[in-house]
Nanobody, 123 residues
Framework: QVQLVESGGGSVEAGGSLRLSCAAS????????MGWFRQAPGKEREGVAT???????VYAVSVKGRFTASRDNAKNTLYLQMNSLKPEDTAMYYC???WGYGLGLHARNYNYWGQGTQVTVSS
């Protein structure tokens, strides 16, 4: 089993920045792919960014150029630096992980999930 714990969410004004962290514990060898997903009220969960163990990243079009995902394999931690935040970025942000590679931004491909951290961006 893998446990994922997110932190760093909060409330900011549009144009502001936040940095999310996700600490993995347990069977961390199962975290070859890690990613950030978000879900706003009444909407489906969507992929934001993923990073595999080699550092290969994939971003959603809506966040490309504003968000940067990275990971520290030694610390088993995933990060999401979010800049130029917009009100439409408001959502619960979830960390996810899985053994496989090339999983893309598809939530169904990830077996391990954190509890989420709320991000609220006001206009």
């Amino acid at each position: 089993q893998v446990q994922l714990v997110e932190s760093g969410g909060g409330s900011v004004e549009a144009g502001g920045s936040l940095r999310l962290s996700c600490a993995a514990s347990g069977y961390t060898y199962s975290t070859n792919s890690m990613g950030w997903f978000r879900q706003a009220p009444g909407k489906e969960r969507e992929g934001v960014a993923t990073v595999d163990r080699s550092g290969t990243t994939v971003y959603a079009v809506s966040v490309k150029g504003r968000f940067t995902a990275s990971r520290d394999n030694a610390k088993n931690t995933l990060y999401l630096q979010m800049n130029s935040l917009k009100p439409e970025d408001t959502a619960m942000y979830y960390c996810a992980a899985d053994w496989g590679y090339g999983l893309g931004l598809h939530a169904r491909n990830y077996n391990y999930w954190g509890q989420g951290t709320q991000v609220t961006v006001s206009s």
